[in-house]
């Protein structure tokens, strides 16, 4: 599949942004991916910040629990991350990833977009 992610942007603290992660293809082939959302601050490696399987079981980055949702809406090819109380130490590029269930090897990344976390 082909991600494309969206909604970044500059965010006061404790402010909220919604990104989204769309997925091209043909069929069902979205509902056959595991969905994550990683990011990678400036001088630090990318890290998972929230993912969601095909059956919509979740598990969230320690720093960003109770903050952050993951959800996905198979009818519209899309994934989301919710992001709650932002805190400039979110402040990353993120990438939305897409991991076929049956086939891991066939993983796919979105161009990231950036979120910006200042005042």
């Known amino acids: 599949v082909q991600l494309q992610a969206s909604g970044g942007g500059l965010v006061q603290p404790g402010g909220s942004l919604r990104l989204s992660c769309t997925a091209s293809?043909?069929?069902?082939?979205?509902?056959?991916?595991?969905m994550a959302w990683y990011r990678q601050a400036p001088g630090k490696q990318r890290e998972l910040a929230a993912a969601?399987?095909?059956?919509?079981?979740?598990n969230y980055a320690d720093a960003v629990k109770g903050r952050f949702t993951i959800t996905r809406d198979n009818a519209k090819n899309t994934a989301y991350l919710q992001m709650n109380s932002l805190k400039p130490e979110d402040t990353a590029v993120y990438y939305c990833?897409?991991?076929?269930?049956?086939?891991?090897?066939?993983?796919?990344w979105g161009r990231g977009t950036q979120v910006t976390v200042s005042s």
């Open positions: 969601i399987t095909t059956g919509g079981s979740t």
């Open positions: 990833n897409a991991v076929h269930l049956i086939r891991p090897d066939l993983s796919s």
């Open positions: 293809g043909s069929g069902n082939i979205f509902a056959l991916h595991n």
